[in-house]
């Protein structure tokens, strides 16, 4: 069965950039929709962004402006690129296939 690995998790200040990677045991060419989401310590599960297999992205209104997803396809990977982090950005990020999750990356964003 295929993995997803996420990284590029860490500490970073206001205002600071990220960028998460998700890489994919398998080939993600076939898959149509791949996602982020995120959970805050207390709070529920929420999608921050997700893109298709075409590249038609869609973000939280939360991020849009600052997120951004994108796909490789050709290296089965994932990633977003978060910009001007706030402290309310701090969660553990995770990336999915909606039928696969991976483990997690913390992101920490200090004020």
């Known amino acids: 069965q295929m993995q997803l690995v996420e990284s590029g998790g860490g500490l970073v200040q206001a205002g600071g950039s990220l960028r998460l990677s998700c890489a994919a045991s398998?080939?993600?060419?076939?898959?149509?929709?791949m996602g982020w989401y995120r959970q805050a310590p207390g709070k529920q599960r929420a999608v921050v962004a997700t893109i298709s297999r075409g590249g038609n992205t869609n973000h939280a209104g939360l991020v849009k402006g600052r997120f951004t997803i994108s796909r490789d396809n050709a290296k089965n990977t994932v990633y977003l690129q978060m910009n001007n982090l706030k402290p309310e950005d701090t969660a553990v990020y995770y990336c999915?296939?909606?039928?696969?999750w991976g483990q997690g990356t913390q992101v920490t964003v200090s004020s």
């Open positions: 999915t296939s909606f039928d696969l």
């Open positions: 398998g080939s993600i060419s076939g898959i149509n929709v």
